[in-house]
């Protein structure tokens, strides 16, 4: 299976399992900082949307899902990796992906969610608002970040 190129296809129904196991994965090795219970909550939210409303492609290596993310309207909405896959730059792949094909320009990430703040700084993404709540209306502060000047020459 790791001999297996890896390509970015857009999303499609038979592939939302793989997308909430991965997101469960991924928010376990990098939210640290949730309350007991906040997992759950937020899982039961993912379990419930409806991934065709907007732009969700998958990082896929054969039929299997590493990654995801999801944009609507210049935003992106979500951007997960399967923890087994951080810092091989697969990460960077799908960040590539939505700024020079879905033109994103936008990101809110969890302020607590340290390395995904620096993440998105790498790529020029620089905080123009803070909230103390996220959209849930949970006490965890969110960073409102946008493209500050294109990509870095070196990307």
């Not at 007991?36 to 039929?63: H, R």
Request: charged share 25%; net charge positive.
């Amino acid at each position: 299976m790791q001999n297996l190129p890896v390509a970015i296809a857009p999303y499609h129904e038979k592939f939302k399992n793989q997308l909430i196991t991965i997101w469960e994965k991924s928010v376990k090795a990098t939210h640290h900082f949730l309350k007991p219970g906040d997992i759950a909550f937020y899982k039961e939210i993912l379990k419930n949307t409806d991934f065709t409303t907007f732009q969700v492609y998958c990082l896929m290596q054969g039929d299997r899902v590493l990654g995801f993310l999801g944009v609507a309207d210049g935003k992106l909405e979500m951007l997960f990796l399967d923890p087994d896959y951080i810092g091989q730059g697969f990460g960077k792949k799908l960040m590539l992906f939505a700024l020079q094909k879905l033109q994103v320009n936008r990101v809110d990430v969890n302020e607590q969610n340290t390395a995904a703040v620096q993440f998105y700084r790498n790529f020029n993404f620089v905080p123009f608002n803070r909230t103390e709540k996220d959209a849930t209306g949970k006490d965890y502060p969110i960073l409102e970040m946008k493209l500050e000047r294109g990509l870095k020459e070196t990307m």
